[in-house]
């Protein structure tokens, strides 16, 4: 059978899809034949409504004319809808061929141009002219009407042979190149970051919509916002503090905002999102909580000594927010990931502000990321405003983590690819994520979207990274860096990538196991895959977890 192209055209006029139907009965298995061709070029746009490519005989570029078609000593005329139109069928087809035949020629892999002879002809399926009429510009042998339609193939070999005018028809590697060529080079492959963009743009789009709520709390200064995972928390508090920075003319004054979190991760993301404002809409302080204290004098400490952070620190911290001069302190405070701090740091966050009863206070929480072992509440009264709906992960993801959430949340974030489970062994578990890495890249994700995440020990290269860049480096090259992130659900919260590969590397026997599983789950905004013990994700997320993960 001949080669279609397409296989199911769509037809404007059933002429032309007669003529089709003929053509795709008589034409051989070696030939092609091609309907609704388009082509545009700086001059016009073009179509010719059939083209066949025959392999050793020649090419024939077809204008098919239904409906009653004559010609007389003014030129070529068509009866459409009852009313007599002038056309040029002739001036139509050598044009559309041209063209045609120059897109092709232009084609680099063609080593000589336009050696290869295209002919041309006028098919009226339903008019009929005499056996020797003819035009200069048409001859019979190119006018196939009516009565030619039973002997319409044979008529076309001659038509592809007359037209030679000493050129070369194309050969069989010809008449490929020339339907590879017409095929244009737009074709791609499914490109899962597209996909991801997309989700991206219209996950942004329901943040900033949500965004609305800070006009309810326009007249409140202690606000409590509690959300989960991909609720949209830190877009929120982003969004406050500029609003809060500027102020609003005639509503209420610009303030001095300072706005703070626990991790460094987290920090640098705040800091790389303000320093794209004017700079009047910028905090007057971002950063973590112990970087709050640095700017009066606090003094760094080793990360490996608990009690510096949990009591000599805030302790210090404290008294030197209390000794500031009025200019120094802030009119605001807004906390993210407010679960993180412990009861002793929220002594210095109220005493850095101008009135510790009044001035304003924003904190968002999500009690279920508390994974580290402190259970601070600020020591004042706080208005709660709940955030119910995912807006960042995809639905697949959101049903598999959602089991973890204290509440009942609700997806909004879109379809996506299934999660992936990957079982085995806490000791196999870390070669087993990489190569799971490996295979979203060869599936088509870029590296940069890509993290992957431990629960127990720290992959080996995001120790090296750590080394090589300082703690601060290694965070800035989560958004700065063209490869793979790697890190740890400690460092994670508020973060998040694409697509991550969640290493479970321990046997979930730590504290607050279960809120490790839900940091880690949640961080995937489009693709996860957990790599893990089954057993350890039935006890540690419960059997609703494990069934979305297919665990059976």
């Not at 039973?150 to 008449?175: C, F, H, M």
């Not at 080394?467 to 919260?493: A, I, N, P, T």
Request: charged share 30%; with cysteine.
């Amino acid at each position: 059978m001949v080669r279609l192209i397409p296989e199911q055209p769509r037809f404007t006029t059933t002429s032309e899809q007669e003529v089709w139907r003929l053509l795709k009965d008589g034409l051989g298995p070696d030939d092609v034949l091609l309907a609704n061709v388009r082509l545009t070029d700086r001059d016009k746009d073009y179509e010719a409504d059939l083209i066949v490519l025959m392999p050793d005989i020649g090419i024939v570029v077809l204008e098919v004319k239904g409906g009653s078609v004559w010609h007389d000593e003014s030129g070529w005329w068509q009866t459409r809808r009852g009313k007599d139109d002038r056309i040029d069928p002739v001036e139509q087809v050598r044009t559309c061929k041209y063209a045609v035949r120059d897109y092709v020629a232009r084609d680099p892999r063609w080593q000589r141009r336009n050696h290869v002879a295209w002919g041309h002809a006028v098919v009226t399926p339903y008019s009929e002219f005499a056996a020797d009429a003819e035009a200069p510009d048409c001859p019979r042998w190119s006018l196939h009407d009516r009565g030619d339609q039973p002997d319409l193939i044979d008529r076309l070999v001659t038509n592809a042979k007359l037209s030679w005018q000493g050129k070369l028809p194309p050969t069989y590697d010809e008449v490929d190149l020339i339907v590879e060529t017409l095929a244009g080079r737009l074709q791609t492959s499914y490109d899962v970051n597209a996909d991801s963009e997309d989700r991206a743009a219209e996950a942004e789009r329901l943040t900033q919509e949500q965004a609305t709520l800070l006009k309810v709390t326009r007249l409140l200064h202690r606000v409590e916002v509690r959300g989960g995972a991909g609720s949209g928390k830190t877009v929120l508090a982003l969004q406050q503090a500029r609003e809060l920075t500027r102020g609003h003319s005639g509503e209420r004054k610009a303030q001095r905002v300072a706005l703070i979190c626990y991790s460094i991760g987290l920090a640098e993301y705040l800091k790389r999102q303000v320093a794209g404002w004017p700079r009047n809409h910028r905090p007057a302080f971002v950063g973590t909580f112990h970087e709050y204290g640095k700017q009066w004098g606090a003094p760094e400490g080793d990360r490996q000594d608990s009690a510096f952070w949990e009591e000599t620190l805030p302790d210090l911290m404290g008294d030197l927010a209390g000794a500031l001069t009025d200019n120094l302190k802030y009119d605001a405070v807004i906390v993210d990931e407010a679960q993180d701090f412990a009861d002793s740091w929220w002594r210095p966050v109220l005493k850095s502000l101008r009135d510790e009863d009044e001035s304003g206070l924003y904190v968002y929480s999500d009690e279920n990321q508390r994974i580290f072992a402190r259970f601070g509440r600020p020591p004042v009264q706080l208005i709660p405003l709940v955030l119910d709906h995912n807006l960042r992960n995809t639905r697949q993801i959101h049903d598999c983590f959602g089991p973890l959430a204290p509440s009942r949340m609700y997806a909004s974030g879109g379809d996506g690819p299934d999660v992936r489970f990957v079982p085995s062994v806490a000791d196999d578990a870390l070669s087993i994520a990489d190569d799971e890495v490996d295979s979203l890249i060869e599936a088509g994700w870029k590296p940069q979207n890509i993290c992957l995440l431990t629960t127990g020990h720290r992959h080996p290269e995001q120790g090296a990274q750590t080394e090589r860049h300082g703690h601060v480096g290694y965070w800035r090259s989560f958004w700065d860096g063209d490869d793979v992130f790697y890190g740890h659900v400690l460092g994670s919260k508020g973060l998040e990538r694409r697509a991550v590969v969640l290493c479970l590397n321990e046997t979930g026997q730590r504290d607050r196991a279960r809120e490790r599983l839900y940091v880690g789950m949640s961080r995937a905004t489009d693709m996860l895959v957990v790599v893990g013990d089954p057993d350890v994700i039935r006890r540690v997320g419960g059997d609703q977890v494990a069934k979305s993960l297919g665990i059976v």
